[in-house]
């Protein structure tokens, strides 16, 4: 933002400035890592110092989490389901943001609009009667339910976002290819895709996101232990009643996020440029 | 497994006569298949021991079972409206204290069920029956209870030469020497289950309750009321801490795990788990029975029953599982003593069960003289009762007494939020 | 990575058969419909439908497994004279209210940091991305145990450094403070997108306006009050609309930290709904908790995408 006169004071006062931030942010985290590192003795000894390790760590509780339970089947489970509702999410994103990007066709601006309004209905409300939805479908307690009903609150975002973006994308270059003879089909699939590749990178990582999280739709539509998600799955398996295996828990929580971090950190630049044009366009 | 069971059953004379002797007619090509949808109790083995019978269980019947676990908070309860609304799922569900009665309409029958049990092991315990006996009819199997009961820290009373109460006005007496040991009496006075499991036991020993057997008279006025109140408030003033105000069901166990609370009130799953992980304050950890109070030891209960929906196909050989499970005293003591002593029989002439001999320290759950109740007791468990207790007025009463509402108001709001609820 | 017309192969004389339907397919009052055809099925069977159902509950007496009524805004009028309601509507103003104007006051904070040039770009970004990422239903629990009155590392930590004395606020259990702590954790998880989402505004802005603006005498303050901000408006527009009604909708921190307590203060519309719907049977009132903003919800959703419509596209 600024041309700084003095450029290494400058740097050096924004990461301190940057410092809350991050401490803010990885606190928590290194938090729960350093739980579920520690001995249960230590975890429950109320004299012991919270920021540290003192008693010696242990690799107990992620040993517990993941051969004394299925976190391994339900990492896979999380995994399928997340990567098969993103890239439906995606292509059908893509499409939709497309046609509405640049065509003009009957309805468009009402379907721009509607979209947005199904993120008004809570899926702490939607999940019961769509149980019915996927009952008739006949994918009761499957994982693939998920793969279905995920699209139903990536979709919405996926299609505003490459909107945004394929705005950015010069109709000039279609058009020329269009003269040349190329149909809509492989103008899309050909220029304009390749150009929006950032954004559907961006896209893909928040839908992503989303379906690595998602709680309620996992617990309603799954019930065996082959079908579950790893969220439902760490906590119905290590919070018992009244016992929560907290060691256990923090260790889900690390090897559920630090996986996903990393792909991020891989994809990150991508994601920030796809958001650039995508949001502002 | 269900391959070899048939051909078992087809091909040696064994089976034949096993046929012919029990006239379970063999699976004619069409495997029957049940599934049971269950808590995941907090005794692993407890778990893994289901798994094991329902093992046998298909090996012997032929029938296929499929059991699922989930937790009992909040995902069980969405689970269950999942599956009534959709009328598919699972064929057996179990479930927690009196929720049969949300049920009512979508439950089997299973008197035919329950009066065999009945007739084997004698009358189901009242908590039991509260729970899953609605409108004249058996509308899930009484399986097992966890009681509540009072958990203590004795090498610390040993230590201060403190008696071991045995009302709740005696709890305030050691409680105020326990606080000033560093050790205080610990009971969450917030928006979670335990609270209630308290608040409700304190309230019945005084006399009192939240509205009466017929249903629909709200009854939280009274006497008893202002004295519960006054207890809390004293009790949080010398015996206890106001962290307690923030405590989840699982914040009781914890502090007396780690050495903080003197007292709590709790099942003994705190004393368990204390001793599965071996920590330093497991020896010092015992019960004692339930505290009683002018009218009487009340206490709460937590029965467990199996229920079975009406829209599943496989009635009958649903009943056949909870008929194995239980009714065999060999394979339900096998299953009880899986649960150390959280699990207890519910039927009158297990009460004296050899689980409770498997650790000194069970000696207190045999429950003498004391009466054991769900929530919202006297009255039956009707949906608005219900709501009542998920509400958490009667734990809000008490948190607004406690951090400065005056006792009258904080009554008052309570009839009244009882009362609006009541009139529908 | 601008691909010229001209360098793409594109096949010349398609074979006569396909001819009518790639033409057929070509013209946009066919294309445009079937691109957004996919979409628009799955959201109305899947998202339409069962919201039209649970409108429905809203205006009956839907109970569990029963047969219900229709009773139009009965539900909807009598919720009002329920404490738990009205407390539950206003937490929610004030949890959303205050947790979006956090997340958007430190999103642009932050997303002024991060568009420097920065040592470590990429590990900084990854870690401010963590929150985020981290499985909501398990970065609760670690909250939780955070806040945890018996071994709270945020108290722990306080009185160590002589912020606070011992024995520390009393997270959960104090009116305020409850509600503190639940914005607190809202604004954790919501950071990462708000500052990821207005870094991406930022850096679209030109560099050329700054140096104009610089040049003309402008400092700082002056920037970004005069440039910076006005073209973030949309992004902000936008981001702002999402996280509203995210936060409106949110269930799993005030579930897992409070269960709605101390005294029904932090209840939120997602976890009475489903107190009153889920755990007690009663879907009929649990929906009309759920769909009361909606209209709400509606109108500013309407607002906003016009005002956006108006700016970006």
Redesign the interface.
Known sequence: MTVARRPRLGKVVRHLLLLPFLVFALFPFYHMTLTSLKQDRELYDRYAVPLLIKQGPTLEHYSKLLWETEFLTWTQNSLLVAFLATGASVVLGTIAAYALARMKFFGVATFGTGIFVTYLVPTSLLFLPLAQVINWVGLGDSKWALVLTYPTFLVPFCTWLLIGYFRTVPKEVEECAMVDGATRIQALWRIVLPMAVPGLVCAALFAFTLSWNEFIYALTFTSSSEQITASVGVTTELIRGDIYFWGSLMAGAVLGSVPIVILYVFFLDYYVSGLTAGAIK | MESISRRHFLTTTAGLAGILATGIAPARGQQREISY?C??????ASDKKLAEIGQRFTKDTGIKL?I????????Q??????E???????DLVEMRMHVPW??E??LVDVSDVVAELEKKYGKAISSAYEAAHVHGVWRAVPQYHGMFVATYREDLFKKASLKVPDTWEDLYVVGKELKKMGNPVGIPI???F?SISTASPVLWSFGGMEVDRDGKTVRINSPAAVQTIEWYKKMLRDCM???????????N???I????AGWIH?PV?AYI?ARN????TTDGINHHRSLAGPSGRHETDVPRSIGIWKFSKNADASKEWIRYLLGKREVYDEYIMSGDAFNLPVYEKLQDHPVLRTDPKYAALKGEGVQYHTYGWPAPAS?KV??IT???ILP?MI??AV?GTSTKDAIA?AE??MK?IVAG | MAVRADEINVPRGRPRGRARLSGWLDREAILGPAFVTPALLLLLLLVAYPFVMALYFSLSNAFIGRPSQFIGITNFVKLWDSDAFRQTFQNSFVFTGIAVVFKVVLGICLALLLNEQLWFKRMIRGAVLLPWVIPTALSTLGWWWMFNSLYSVVNWTGMATGLMDPPGPNWLGQKYYAMAAVIIVNVWRGLPFFAITILAGLVAIPKELYEAAEADGANANARFWHITLPLLKPVLAVVVLFSTIFTFSDFNIVYILTHGGPINSTHLFATLSRMVGIDTGRIGEGAAISLYLFPLLVFVVWAQLRFVRKQAF
């Open positions: 949808l808590w995941n109790n907090f005794a692993p499929k699922d676990h989930i937790s009992h908070m909040g995902p309860q969405a689970k269950h409206a999942a009534v609304q959709t009328q598919a799922g699972h949300l049920y309409p979508q917030s928006q979670n335990d801490e106001p962290e307690v105000l923030s405590w989840s069901d699982s914040s166990n914890e502090s795990q780690q050495g903080k709790n799953s788990v992980r071996k920590l330093v949906d219900q709501l998920n509400s958490y809000n948190a607004k951090t709001w009244n939020e609006k």
